[in-house]
């Protein structure tokens, strides 16, 4: 499994959403970034740990990061694995002595405990490539010029391979102009194209 390491490059919310919010990964090594649509509680959970807040009483996050060092236990990583039927599955990786153990979890609860334990977020190449997008800059760069005329690459695709990109590009726009239903709907398109292969 190939997998590539990524920093949280923010938090947003859109009112269209119905109260959701989007966290958005950037590969540390590279330009591609990933949204991840994730409930209000783990924003905030998230959003206090990377401002360095501490709230009067622990969170949930906090309670399981310290029952993790009680036990004796350190968050070694966790990794995005895995993008099944539009849904994001996440696991943890725990060492325990000399054990090393995985746990299934919510890509937002496991990025929720990365950030207080300070460990490593890996999302793997497979889910990047279905879900990740590259941002308007990198893709202006990809623009052909034929006769003095600009002609973007996605314009009137022919393959599957560029209507998956045309439908990449418009859902790195939707997401930049934080349209997250429409970024959601082009990301289901995009799911049906790929798993038609």
């Known amino acids: 499994m190939q997998k590539i390491q990524c920093e949280i490059l923010g938090l ?5 959403t119905g109260g959701a919010y989007a966290i958005l990964l950037k590969e540390i090594n590279g330009v591609r970034r990933l949204p991840i649509i994730i409930g209000a509680f ?25 029952v993790i060092d009680n036990l004796g ?14 849904t994001f599955y ?17 890509p937002s609860d496991a990025i929720a405990l990365a950030v207080r334990a300070q460990a490593p977020i890996y999302v793997t190449e497979s889910v990047m490539q279905i879900a990740g997008f590259v941002p308007s800059e990198e893709t202006e760069k990809e623009s ?7 002609i973007e690459t996605d314009s009137l695709p022919k393959s599957k391979e560029a ?8 859902l790195r726009e939707a997401i930049e102009a934080e349209e997250y239903e429409r970024a959601a709907k082009l990301r289901d ?6 798993s038609s292969n």
């Open 12 to 16: 947003s919310s859109s009112p269209s």
């Open 42 to 66: 783990e924003a905030q959970a998230i959003a206090l740990e990377i401002e360095r807040i501490k709230p009067p009483r622990p969170l949930t996050h906090d309670l399981l990061k310290q």
């Open 73 to 86: 236990a350190t968050v070694v990583e966790v990794i995005v694995d895995e993008l099944r039927e539009n």
């Open 163 to 170: 209507k998956i990109a045309a439908l990449q590009n418009k």
């Open 144 to 150: 052909i010029s034929k006769n003095d005329a600009e």
């Open 90 to 106: 996440a696991k943890i990786i725990l060492d325990i002595s000399t054990l090393t153990t995985e746990i299934d979890s919510r």
């Open 189 to 194: 398109d995009i799911q049906r194209l790929t």
